[in-house]
């Protein structure tokens, strides 16, 4: 590259008038009117109109500009001069272009928006899809999300971590475990860092892991993936109680640093964020059987509450809520029972609207409990040696919780499907781009 960047785009103000500035970007469009040409140039952060008239500019800036295509990758030279008719007030006029790269047309997909696309069309060319200012917002506002977390939960004592995703057992129990071959023998992607997380309590005490993981479900839903964005919390000599208001505080204070960091990026998708009202509220999950049975909901007690279920909670709860007790049979076998009634559990799930975005709770910290627990739940001890070994020699009581950051982006952004909030999402039918 000759002509190396001084300046993004949005640098460039009436300031800089009479300077020669260097800038770099895509070609968004270019008019040919004869005599004049003009190209809109546009980087990440904004679009500059270059104006080539053919008596003043060099000529083969003049040539050069009639025969880029849209999507070109170019480096312009120029001076910076006032503009009443263009929208930033000043616009380019060209002494140099150097061409990196001629984009083919036609274009796989419309980088403007004009012409609209099928979700799947637009992940297919994630690449283009990317250079809309709507999408780059989305990652943009996930930036922020990401760096407020870890922020926030440094602030507060916690250690970040990072675990294994190849692993020797399953550590949600149940199925939907993607299998590796290790060597010559199976090993399985992680569907969480739930054992380890626990684990570290008994040195670390409070730590946090943000992270990748791995669920072979079947479901076809909009916010399901194979692949997704795990937020785990894991805190020793905390109780569920504890860590709800931990969680409370964490989604009151991310709304609010996404507030104020991304107020562009909001605009652009036309967001008005409001930070929610702690304490947020709790209702039991036997009262939520009542109160759906009361709306002619059908539901047992003791069944996992269904779709609509919790479309019918989320209409008679407007935002966070958490759904706390849950049937221990429901909950996976780290939960603890409750001491007054055992069939029911110290566990939470974070609802948000009808999503559930978070579930957590005490765990067992004693070993003899946890293998009676993996009993009942159909497991076999001797899978997990490795891990109950570790409440032989000091487990203290723990609680925490996991939450999918995609869905809290979906949310935050008011996106309808988690596809739309993951660079590169992952389901059953997509391994691609
Ligand atoms: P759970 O299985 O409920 O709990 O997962 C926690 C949160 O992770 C998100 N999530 C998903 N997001 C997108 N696609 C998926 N396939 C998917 N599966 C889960 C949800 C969910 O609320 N170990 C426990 C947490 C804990 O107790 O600490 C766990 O994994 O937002």
Redesign the pocket.
């Known amino acids: 590259m000759r002509l190396k960047r001084t300046h993004f785009i949005s640098q460039v103000t009436e300031d800089l008038e009479g300077e020669i500035v260097r800038l770099a970007g895509w070609v968004h469009e270019v008019r040919d009117l004869g005599g004049i040409r003009f190209l809109l140039l546009r980087d990440r952060e904004g679009i500059i109109q270059v104006t080539a008239k053919a008596k003043e500019s060099p000529g083969e800036v003049f040539d050069v500009i009639g025969k880029l295509t849209r999507e070109s990758v170019i480096a312009v030279e120029g001076i910076v001069v006032k503009s009443s008719k263009a929208k930033l007030g000043v616009e380019i006029k060209p002494l140099q272009i150097e061409v990196l790269n001629i984009a083919e047309s036609p274009l796989p997909l419309d980088p403007t928006g004009r012409v609209p696309a099928e979700l799947s069309t637009r992940l297919d060319s994630r690449f283009i899809d990317l250079r809309r200012p709507e999408e780059r917002a989305v990652f943009i506002i996930q930036h922020h999300l990401l760096q407020a977390t870890r922020n926030f939960f440094s602030s507060k004592g916690f250690i970040e971590v990072v675990t294994p995703r190849i692993l020797a057992t399953a ?2 129990g149940g199925a939907a475990l993607f299998t590796v071959n290790y060597f010559g023998s199976t090993a399985y992607l992680a ?2 860092p ?1 054992l380890y ?1 626990e684990q570290l309590t008994g040195s670390l005490e409070k730590v946090f892991e943000v992270g990748l993981f791995f ?1 072979a ?1 079947e ?1 076809n839903t909009t ?4 692949e ?1 964005l ?1 937020l ?3 805190e020793a000599f905390a109780d569920e109680e504890d860590v709800m208001n931990l969680l409370e505080e964490y989604i009151v204070h991310v709304f609010g640093e996404v507030k104020h960091r991304c107020s562009d990026e909001l605009k652009v998708l036309g967001r008005d964020l409001k930070e929610p009202m702690r304490p947020f509220k709790r209702v039991s999950y036997d009262d939520a059987v009542s109160l759906l049975r009361e709306e002619r909901v059908k539901v047992n007690w003791g069944d996992d509450l269904s779709t609509q279920a919790l479309r019918k909670l989320g209409e008679l709860f407007d935002g966070p809520f958490f759904i706390v007790d849950w049937p221990t049979h429901l909950k ?1 076998f ?2 603890m029972p409750r001491e007054d009634d055992p069939s029911r559990s110290y566990s939470f ?2 609802m948000y609207g009808w999503l ?6 005490r765990r067992i910290h004693r070993k003899e409990q946890l293998i009676a627990r993996l009993k009942e739940q159909g497991l076999n001890p001797d899978s997990f040696k490795h891990h109950l070994k570790c409440y032989d020699y000091g487990m203290p009581p723990h609680s ?5 950051l ?2 809290l982006m979906m949310i935050i952004t008011g996106r309808r499907n ?1 596809r739309e909030v993951v660079l590169y999402p992952r389901d059953r039918w997509r391994l691609t781009p």
């Open positions: 550590t949600e569907q969480s739930q997380k669920r479900e479901s916010y399901h993936l194979n997704f795990s785990d919390v894991e996976p780290y939960i799930d974070l559930e975005i978070a579930s957590g709770g925490g919780w996991g939450l999918g995609a869905r988690i």
